[in-house]
């Protein structure tokens, strides 16, 4: 099993700030890529900022400048500090981790979290 557990949201106001953090635990392994999306009401779930096992960050446009996606290997983690956060920013926030477990053959799958709430007041 695996479980990823994220923690950070709350209620801000425009221009405040939010730190989220994951943790994966259980089987996982090889986690090549570990990040965050969200999801607003009425829209698509979208990619916003995670880092490849490489090291090598991405952070996506709507959120370029503003946030900063960070990553501790030895403890399966992730982080995303969120400043100048605006209205259009609130959504649930997913944590992603692709890896692999024994269970699943080795093969890499998508693993997600249950979310967390950021809701950004104008």
């Known amino acids: 099993q695996v479980q990823l557990v994220e923690s950070g949201g709350g209620l801000v106001q425009a221009g405040g700030s939010l730190r989220l953090s994951c943790a994966a635990s259980?089987?996982?392994?090889?986690?090549?890529?570990m990040g965050w999306y969200r999801q607003a009401p009425g829209k698509e779930r979208e990619l916003v900022a995670g880092?490849?096992?490489?090291?090598?960050?991405t952070i996506t446009d709507p959120v370029k400048g503003r946030f900063t996606v960070s990553r501790d290997n030895a403890k399966n983690t992730v982080y995303l500090q969120m400043d100048s956060l605006n209205p259009e920013d609130t959504a649930v926030y997913y944590c992603?981790?692709?890896?692999?477990?024994?269970?699943?053959?080795?093969?890499?799958?998508?693993?997600w979290g249950q979310g967390t709430q950021a809701t950004v007041s104008s």
């Open positions: 992603n981790a692709i890896g692999r477990t024994y269970n699943s053959g080795g093969r890499l799958t998508n693993y």
């Open positions: 259980g089987s996982i392994f090889d986690i090549n890529f």
């Open positions: 880092v490849s096992s490489n090291g090598i960050p």
